[in-house]
């Protein structure tokens, strides 16, 4: 879609965009005071800072694709430690690696629709707890999360 054409879809359906933008900005306002406010983020009990919670998360998504595709040794808690204040080497290609693969995972999604499929939601289902937005545990369940 060429840029005219989208600057002209949007010019015409304005009315449509402009309530959902609106929408989409007060509920990331409040679920940002909610994530500022709340004790279940590391903000407020001093576990981890958003760069090494970020860091923390780039070897936990490799821990839950093997989980997925070889489900052994799980375990409810793993007690996993954060990542340094500092850039790492290793986590920087973990996240490149991380990026290379929702990069394929959009590129292949007409030959291959259902993997991609997959792929993508795989990394969009993980993104909720695997952000830079810190919480107490780096490797929770949904389980945990939710009680």
Known sequence: MSSERTIAVLRRD???????????LFAASLIWI?????????F???????LSYAQTECPV??????????PVCQNFDYDLLWSPN???TGTCAMFLVILALAVIGW???????????????????????????PIKDALA???????
């Open 44 to 50: 407020h009990h001093g576990g981890a800072t958003c």
């Open 14 to 24: 304005w009315r449509l965009y402009m309530p959902m933008l609106c929408s989409g």
């Open 86 to 88: 500092r850039i790492e």
């Open 107 to 133: 590129r292949l999604r007409r030959r291959f629709p259902v993997g991609s499929f997959g792929l993508l939601i795989f990394v969009v289902l993980l993104a909720a707890t695997s952000s830079f937005v």
């Open 34 to 42: 909610e994530v500022d406010s709340g004790s279940s983020t590391a």
């Open 61 to 70: 998504f490799f821990l839950h694709l093997r989980l997925l595709v070889f």
């Open 141 to 147: 369940s949904a389980a945990k999360i939710m009680t």
